[in-house]
């Protein structure tokens, strides 16, 4: 499965909006597209966030017209604004743009400044391609033959356009190892990246899954059911506060209150050295009918008042460890991931 493919003129994605009754590719020609396919969910996950926003910067560099470098700069930075503006909580979007700023930075021709910027991407798609590989083979050695694993959302390939994945490449790498593992996975409402593409994936890779509501994970805790919950990350804070999809800070209480271990797997990419706290991570707000309706069907009376934040901040208290590509990292994980970003990723 590629679930976002650079094609030397145009981004080809499977619309994850679509999973999994229809496996549909959208080629999107412009950045436009890109951006559109970010914000409504076609890609999504932090990591394949980055990737395609990187590849769509390109895309969208290599369409300027621009009479010359100073004005060939200044729409690139507009571009870069707009993709900047797509959702906000991701941090890997912003590592990318990032990158993508650095590749363009003092260029003296536009031609050569379409080629860094093409060249950057590829960059980015193939350390996280490396980086999700060896993430999930750390992780994989916290995993016990037999065990029973929660996870939350989606975190494989569709979520971070790479062969493995964060909490489901750890659980893919234990499976390929021989371990006898189980999975629930809880359907993460209110878009259900859980029930339509976790599960989708798992089946695909011949893992036992079985799919849960998002309120049955204490009760399957409470019985000794689970050995571990593993998630991902879509930011994680210089102190190891961890922003992710709306729910995991249940979770999290949840296996403090039962003793089990809570795992938050991800690359470095997903880590801000630079936000101290999760205090400062700027949440998501997305429009209430995903929580009205669940697939265009609507399921609450109109006019009533909803909220819909994207995510929610996991304090770093409950996070039993942090699997990354470099190592496993523990408290205190302000010195810890302090440690890791000593040399440069
Ligand atoms: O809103 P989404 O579907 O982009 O949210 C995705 C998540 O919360 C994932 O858990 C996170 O990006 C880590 S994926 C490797």
Sequence with gaps: ????????????????????????????????????AIVELKVRGAPAIGIAAAYGIALGAMSLKSAGVKQFDKEFQRILREFAASRPTAVNLFYAIDKMRQAAAGVSSIEGAKKKLLLAAETIRKHEESAMR??????????????????????????????????LGVIKA????????????????????????????????????????????????????????????????????????????????????????FYVAAPLSSIDINIRSGRDIIIED?????????????????????????FDVTPHKYISAIITEKSIIKKPYKLSISKLFEEEI
């Design 286 to 310: 997305r429009n209430p009918d995903e929580v009205t309706s669940i697939r265009g069907i609507r399921i609450a009376p109109e006019g009533v008042q909803v909220m819909n934040p994207a």
């Design 134 to 167: 060896r993430l999930s083979k750390n992780g994989s050695a916290l995993i016990k033959d037999g065990w029973t694993i929660l996870t939350h959302c989606n975190t494989g390939s569709l979520a971070t356009g790479t062969t493995y994945g964060t909490a």
């Design 174 to 261: 234990a499976g390929e190892q021989g371990k006898k593992i189980r999975v629930f996975a809880d359907e993460t409402r209110p878009v259900l990246q859980g029930a339509r593409l976790t599960t989708w994936e798992l089946i695909q890779e011949g893992i036992p899954v079985t799919l849960i509501t998002d309120n049955m994970a204490g009760y399957l805790m409470s019985r000794g059911l689970i050995d571990c919950a593993i998630v991902g990350a879509d930011r994680i804070a210089a102190n190891g506060d961890t922003a992710n999809k709306i729910g995991t800070y249940s979770v999290a209480v949840l296996c403090k209150e039962n003793r089990v271990p």
């Design 1 to 36: 499965m590629k679930p976002v493919e650079w094609l030397g003129d145009r981004l080809k994605i499977i619309d994850q909006s679509r999973l999994p009754d229809k496996v549909v590719y959208l080629e999107l020609k412009n950045y436009h597209g890109v951006i559109s």
